[in-house]
């Protein structure tokens, strides 16, 4: 009998052992070797996308030279892009790439081609112009990296979505790693298991972007920048996506469309107000003109899943020191892991308490939730979308979703939550035009079973009224006209003045012409905003024009 | 027939066991701890496990914890250096900074260049007021670092203006050197040079400064406001006031759904008394 068990133990261990490492076969990637010896071993994958350009990176098993051919057809990738040092781990730049354009490409070395796809899957779409109000798909993915069966289920329930989708089927415009995408302590060849292995076929398609997890944290050191977390990704430091030079990996922004994405790392990074990472944080977010604003990090502000968020100091500094000054400059999604289960809260404004100082009942400025259908669910065929508009800045979902490879369980009961769900799943963000001149922001919940366990929207008025500008030449003042096509600027002073100069300050402050006259031409001045000091008998103004 | 109950049992079994390491795959510091102790149960005498369970306890913070695991480690004869390193850390992180620079000094008897093990070393020595010795070693992880973060140029310039708090012109030369390693817009350190130009003094190099910030910046009401402060602290009120319109101007110029936020509309109240005090 014994031994009878012990037969079911091994049997059973087998597979539970194989269902956590073996990669699933990718029927539809087709590589050719043009050499016998030089095999891809890793990716390709796309990091760091802009509206014009792209990294590629992937790894071979022998060091060579990195090619990438790429095009806008298909049959000809008449373009090529080619470093000739030998190496293992490839990293090649496309540049000088149109906007919103889908490229195909593959990847090879001097000699030929080393990976590509004969049914046209490997490409990239660039980004759209910052700014561009369209159509946006990301999917969300928080602690996926077990590499067993529950993560693959979760992966290929969203495949089975955005195949399916009823619009724009197929297209997944990034992906959103909330970090510990690879067990247990995030290390190479954990990754390759657990990260590359598992969604090779969206790598070579769309662009993956992520923050550090605590598990990544592991084997990756921030204080020297480096280990495979670090070396795997590559993020914009100097702003080269749009967002703020951070000069770090750690912590980074980028604008898609009319998106601007903040990532910010609660691990390692010191989390303090006044911090490195704060300061840097308060100016992206203050510098950006986006209509849309969606910040990632690791630890939850807000869960009582497997961590909880009253007891651990890193979700208590991330709520108490970043959530005010996000919240104040207009964040409207807030992208958490950790735990490992999916919490999603109401409409939430200026909660930075413990859980159970939370009081739905506030819903003036200031309160906890915000707006009439704050305090609801969110769904537009329920109680109602969350509302956000010119006049009504205030509001942010928060999402613990870090069951993308497991789940574990908790209270469950925090009471800033809509919905908690103790369910493996992911997350698909999806901006889209509501038909009245704003947009929808939709997030879905995705189980491993392919249902929708949960969905909310954000919706935001206004998002295409740009700002009402005065008149058509920018006058600004009653007693300055600004007469565009004539390059003159003609000053009006009261009957009972008497005009005695006229000086323009530039942007920077800095006096740059005077006059006497009531009339002065400016065609010689430089574009932009200027502030013009008028001094009459009687009284000094003080006015604004933009030159153009 | 008998055998189907048992049969039962060892699938009951079984499925607990594959939940646990389901659990324990979760990686939550206290179940490692405590799946780690438990085969420290088994093997007495592996000095590897004390040394995996005291990383363990010095990441949940339990630092007295951390620190018996490594010693009992070092007396089962782990004699890597990574041990001496992180017993160091492990005396930083508890503020015995005595202990801490002896260990690490024992550890960079072995291991002389490692970047690592001279900045926490230099990190001791800023905490034992050993200003000049800190700054020596962090001058080594400067030069010797591959990625260097803002962050620890920000950290080596506190120690040099904690050496000498008047030695702003080192300290900016360290931001500029940063500013070329990292990138030359790298926000921490630009915000940190302005500070050490308004600390110092620099009046026309702080207006620079700020101009840098408008001119690189989309949005740049905040700097004209900030700009409008510092001009008011030294007494120019008349250019003050230029810059204040210019914030007032440029909030003008935002699209309307940033007009209601609540930082532009904190902005707004403060350009408005800054604008009062000057003209009172």
């Known amino acids: 009998m014994m031994k009878k068990i012990t037969q079911i133990v091994m049997m059973l261990f087998t597979v539970y052992s194989f269902s956590q490492t073996e990669p699933i076969a990718t029927a539809d990637v087709n590589s050719i070797h043009s050499t016998t010896s030089i095999?891809?071993?890793?990716?390709?994958?796309?990091?760091?996308?802009?509206?014009?350009?792209?990294?590629?990176?992937?790894?071979?098993?022998?060091?060579?030279?990195?090619?990438?051919?790429?095009?806008?057809?298909f049959s000809s990738l008449t373009k090529t892009e080619?470093?000739?040092?030998?190496?293992?781990?490839?990293?090649?730049?496309?540049?000088?790439?149109?906007?919103?354009?889908?490229?195909?490409?593959?990847?090879?070395?001097?000699?030929?081609?080393?990976?590509?796809?004969?049914?046209?899957?490997?490409?990239?779409?660039?980004?759209?112009?910052?700014?561009?109000?369209?159509?946006?798909?990301?999917?969300?993915l928080g602690d996926p990296g077990t590499a067993n069966n529950s993560q693959r289920e979760v992966r290929d329930a969203y495949y089975d979505y955005v195949a399916n989708a009823p619009i724009n089927n197929g297209k997944t415009d990034m992906m959103l790693f909330l970090g510990d995408n690879a067990y247990n302590t995030g290390k190479d060849a954990e990754y390759q298991n657990a990260f590359f292995d598992v969604y090779g076929d969206m790598f070579k398609k769309s662009v993956a972007w992520s923050c550090l997890g605590n598990h990544d944290g592991q084997s990756a050191d921030s204080a020297t920048q480096s280990g495979p977390y670090y070396d795997i990704f590559t993020f914009p430091t100097e702003g080269e996506a749009g967002g703020t030079a951070s000069g770090t990996e750690a912590y980074y922004s980028f604008d898609?469309?009319?998106?601007?994405?903040?990532?910010?790392?609660?691990?390692?990074s010191s989390r303090e107000v006044g911090g490195a990472m704060y300061n840097w944080a308060l100016t992206?977010?203050?510098?950006?003109?986006?209509d849309w604003i969606v910040t990632l990090f690791h630890h939850p502000a807000y869960s009582k899943g497997s961590h909880d968020s009253d007891?651990?100091?890193?979700?208590?500094?991330?709520?108490?020191?970043?959530?005010?000054?996000?919240?104040?400059?207009?964040?409207?999604?807030?992208?958490?892991?950790?735990?490992?289960?999916?919490?999603?809260?109401?409409?939430?404004?200026?909660?930075?308490?413990?859980?159970?100082?939370?009081n739905p009942d506030e819903i003036s400025k200031g309160g906890h939730t915000v707006g009439s259908t704050g305090h609801g669910d969110g769904k537009t065929d329920s109680n109602g979308a969350y509302e956000k508009s010119i006049e009504a800045t205030e509001g942010a979902v928060y999402i613990t979703t870090g069951s993308a490879g497991q789940i574990s369980g908790g209270e469950l009961n925090h009471q800033a939550m809509y919905l908690s769900l103790n369910q493996l799943g992911s997350c698909v963000m999806e901006v889209e035009d509501d038909g009245k001149g704003g947009q929808n922001l939709?997030?879905?919940?995705?189980?491993?079973?392919?249902?929708?366990?949960?969905?909310?929207?954000?919706?935001?008025?206004?998002?295409?009224?740009?700002?009402v500008v005065k008149n058509k030449s920018g006058q600004e003042s009653k007693i300055l006209t600004y007469l565009e096509d004539s390059k003159l600027i003609t000053i009006a002073v009261n009957k009972n003045e008497r005009l005695k100069?006229?000086?323009?300050?530039?942007?920077?402050?800095?006096?740059?012409?005077?006059?006497?006259?009531?009339?002065?031409?400016?065609?010689?001045?430089?574009?932009?905003?200027?502030?013009?000091?008028?001094?009459?008998?009687?009284?000094?103004?003080?006015?604004?024009v933009t030159i153009k | 027939m008998i055998s189907k109950p048992v049969t039962h049992r060892a699938l009951v079994i079984i499925t607990f066991l594959l939940l646990s390491v389901q659990v324990f795959s979760h990686g939550d510091l206290t179940k490692r701890i405590n799946q780690k102790t438990k085969e420290i149960v088994e093997n007495p005498n592996d000095f590897k496990l004390y040394y995996e369970r005291g990383f363990l306890y010095q990441q949940h913070v339990e630092f007295n914890k951390a620190m018996e695991d490594y010693l009992r480690s070092t007396s089962l004869g782990n004699t890597d250096k990574v041990l001496m390193y992180r017993i160091a850390e492990v005396n930083y992180l508890s503020e015995d900074y005595k202990n801490a620079l002896s260990s690490i000094t024992a550890y960079l008897e072995v291991d002389s260049i490692n970047v690592k093990a001279k900045k926490l070393e230099a990190q001791i020595l800023f905490k034992i007021e050993a200003y000049k010795e800190s700054i020596a070693a962090y001058h080594y992880v400067m030069k010797t670092m591959v990625d260097i973060r803002p962050e620890d140029i920000l950290e080596y310039t506190s120690i040099i203006l904690a050496e000498n708090n008047k030695n702003f012109s080192k300290a900016i030369d360290v931001i500029d050197f940063g500013l070329t390693k990292v990138g030359e817009n790298t926000l921490s350190l630009q915000v940190k040079k302005l500070e050490y130009l308004k600390d110092s003094g620099q009046v026309e190099k702080t207006i620079e400064q700020y101009n840098y910030f408008i001119l690189e910046y989309q949005r740049k009401e905040f700097w004209y406001y900030q700009k409008a402060a510092y001009l008011v602290s030294i007494n120019k009120s008349k250019d003050a006031n230029i810059s204040l319109k210019l914030a007032t101007a440029t909030i003008e110029k935002l699209d309307a759904k940033f007009k209601n936020m609540d930082s532009i509309l904190e902005l707004k109240q403060q350009i408005k008394s800054l604008e009062s005090t000057i003209n009172n």
């Open chain 1, 39 to 73: 095999n891809v071993e890793r990716g390709p994958y796309l990091q760091s996308g802009t509206p014009t350009s792209v990294i590629v990176k992937w790894r071979t098993n022998i060091a060579t030279e990195s090619v990438v051919n790429y095009g806008t057809l």
């Open chain 1, 82 to 140: 080619k470093n000739l040092t030998l190496i293992t781990d490839h990293q090649v730049t496309l540049s000088g790439l149109t906007p919103n354009t889908k490229y195909y490409f593959n990847i090879g070395n001097n000699k030929g081609v080393l990976s590509q796809d004969l049914t046209g899957d490997m490409y990239v779409i660039t980004a759209p112009a910052i700014g561009t109000k369209q159509f946006v798909r990301a999917w969300i």
């Open chain 1, 256 to 268: 898609y469309a009319n998106i601007h994405f903040i990532i910010l790392d609660s691990h390692h």
């Open chain 1, 284 to 290: 992206d977010i203050q510098n950006t003109k986006n």
């Open chain 1, 311 to 358: 007891e651990d100091h890193r979700p208590i500094e991330m709520r108490e020191n970043f959530m005010p000054m996000l919240e104040a400059n207009g964040v409207d999604l807030v992208l958490n892991g950790h735990s490992h289960s999916y919490e999603r809260s109401y409409f939430l404004n200026g909660h930075q308490g413990f859980a159970n100082t939370f």
């Open chain 1, 442 to 467: 939709i997030v879905k919940f995705i189980r491993e079973n392919n249902e929708i366990d949960d969905y909310f929207t954000i919706n935001k008025t206004g998002i295409v009224t740009p700002n």
């Open chain 1, 501 to 544: 100069s006229v000086k323009f300050y530039n942007n920077i402050g800095e006096l740059v012409k005077r006059s006497r006259k009531d009339t002065i031409k400016i065609s010689k001045m430089s574009k932009g905003l200027y502030v013009v000091e008028i001094t009459t008998n009687k009284k000094i103004y003080t006015e604004s």
